[in-house]
């Protein structure tokens, strides 16, 4: 088997795999908070799409908003030409920057969770996980509980945990945060891999530009709050790729940009002048 | 030998360095046989009223009271500390009654309870679940709030229903702090229970104690007592076991 994602049904619009269309999230309470928006955003079947942004801009409400976790005050968001509705629809999985593992369950119990409880027949669930388990480097550790594991590792039955259910957006909330530089630059490698062998979209929030330069193939640059794409790069480097294309000149340019682009919006954000 | 191994050898050289002083203070007669018989008359007494009916009825009655009240008070506290926990507001209205619960002190509402339900289980069962509840719904809300966010994030993600959510991933979550709520409930009812029976009951270990107290029996006090206080042990002691059975998966290496 293969990690290839199931194909979604065809439609007219088919290179559009998730669209929002003014989307604005407004948060009430004693003081209202407008958190993000209005935004407009194309994800295209099977690009690897990074947001980068300044603290408190809106990106986890972004991707808390695409993935149904909640709703838009305003606006409108499809995936797969289905409007999402604060519910997760199926078909996106999602990693997030804190450890989400399941401390009570070994490694294999983990990454079987969803696929138990989605009422899958066990022989697939087993084939499917001991595939996910040889792919994500996890072999010698099915039988481990997370407290014996490193965060990396850790971070590992996470996303093996998502891959498994063979979603067809990921979304990646600043999965590798808590990351030494050298380890995340390892697990940079390992992402840009899986995205290949599954034919997956995804889509990445990070702080680190250069995270953000070398895995993709765009990246949003947002504003400080509320967030807003203040603008769209996108980066041109060949689908087969790996952490070896920073010492590219032209990484260095993306990055050089990128940072350009940012450098006033992270001194709004921190309340200083540029 | 390690670490653990130790601690464990050291307790129990302690609890047996304990009843070996007590035993050998009785046995001199520094400890008047009319204050105190030796813990191997203890055991002697104990052994030989385990050949009558009567020990076998009280210890029945006492054990099911408790049991009952255990386990109701642990159903009304999970679902009533889940239910504040839920509603923000009202939690925060009840709160400083949690936090004062255990400074009354409610055996003076013994009596009251014995007028109302008559003199049988009902009130020993209701003064086990009224002391156990509290403890219950504290150590609930505390789970509750240690849930990290991520993990019902994730729940909502692998699109569990709300009750496969709470089922699957909430309560494993919560599972360390709901275990003390456990452990707390279940000394709290045996506490309840074994006290109201000393105060009025017409059966039970309790009853029992202080019958044999009024009636100068020391050999049947004693042995009841050292009963209660070994059952008290290996009850904790199990719990405590299990717990660290628990927490040494999730223990960060």
């Not at chain 1, 087993?126 to 997370?146: C, E, H, N, S, W």
């Not at chain 2, 046995?27 to 009916?53: A, C, D, N, Y």
Request: glycine fraction near 8%; charged fraction near 15%.
């Amino acid at each position: 088997m293969n990690l290839a994602v199931a194909q979604a049904p065809q439609t007219a619009q088919a290179a559009v795999h998730a669209r929002l269309r003014g989307v604005t999230r407004v948060f009430e309470g004693k003081l209202s908070v407008h958190a993000l928006g209005p935004l407009d955003l194309d994800l295209a079947r099977g690009e690897f799409f990074s947001v980068v942004g300044p603290s408190g801009c809106g990106k986890t409400t972004l991707m808390d908003l695409l993935a149904g976790l909640s709703e838009p005050t305003e606006g409108t968001i499809t995936f797969e030409g289905k409007p999402v509705h604060g519910e997760v629809p199926d078909g996106i999985g999602a990693v997030f920057q804190e450890d989400a593992s399941f401390p009570w369950l070994t490694v294999r119990d983990n990454i079987a969770f969803g696929l138990r409880r989605a009422g899958v027949d066990p022989a697939e669930i087993q084939r499917r996980v001991d595939y996910v388990i040889g792919f994500m480097g996890l072999k010698d550790f099915t039988a481990a509980y997370p407290a014996q594991l490193s965060g990396g590792m850790r971070q590992r039955v996470c996303i093996a945990r998502t891959l498994v259910l063979q979603p067809r957006l990921i979304l990646l909330d600043e999965p590798f945060g808590a990351l030494d530089q050298q380890t995340r630059l390892l697990m940079g490698d390992e992402l840009l891999r899986l995205w290949r062998e599954t034919g997956a979209t995804i889509l990445l929030i990070t702080h680190a530009l250069d995270e953000a330069a070398m895995l993709s193939d765009r990246v949003g640059v947002m504003s400080a709050r509320p967030g807003r794409f203040i603008d769209v790069i996108t980066t041109g480097w060949p689908r087969e790729r790996d952490s070896a294309i920073v010492a590219d000149p032209a990484f260095g340019a993306v990055t050089a940009r990128l940072w350009s682009l940012l450098r006033s919006e992270s001194l709004k954000a921190i309340g200083a002048k540029g | 030998m390690t670490r653990n191994t130790a601690i464990g050898l050291t307790r129990i050289a302690v609890i047996a360095g304990s009843i070996a002083l007590v035993e050998l203070l009785c046995q001199r007669k520094i400890i008047s046989p009319l204050v105190m018989i030796p813990p191997s008359e203890m055991m002697t007494s104990l052994w030989h009223m385990f050949g009558s009916h009567k020990i076998w009825d009280d210890i029945a009655q006492t054990f099911s009271t408790v049991a009952l009240s255990f386990v109701l008070s642990v159903a009304a506290g999970f679902g009533f500390g889940a239910l504040i926990h839920a509603l923000p507001r009202v939690r925060r209205a009840l709160d400083p009654l949690l936090a004062s619960y255990y400074s009354i002190p409610f055996f003076v509402f013994y009596p009251l309870l014995i007028a109302l339900f008559g003199l049988n289980t009902i009130p020993l069962i209701v003064i086990g679940f009224v002391f156990a509840t509290a403890a219950m719904v504290i150590s609930t809300l505390n789970g509750l709030d240690r849930v990290p966010r991520v993990m019902t994030k994730t729940a909502r993600i692998l699109r569990l229903s709300p009750a496969r959510a709470v089922w699957s991933v909430t309560l494993p979550a919560a599972a360390p702090y709901l275990f003390t709520g456990l452990k707390l409930a279940l000394a709290y009812s045996f506490i309840g229970v074994i006290a109201g029976e000393f105060i009025l009951s017409g059966g039970g270990l309790g009853f029992s104690i202080a019958y044999a107290y009024n009636d100068f029996d020391s050999q049947t006090m004693y042995a009841l007592m050292m009963f209660v206080l070994l059952i008290a042990v290996v009850m904790n002691g199990a719990l405590h076991v299990w717990e660290q059975h628990m927490l040494k998966k999730r223990a960060r290496a």
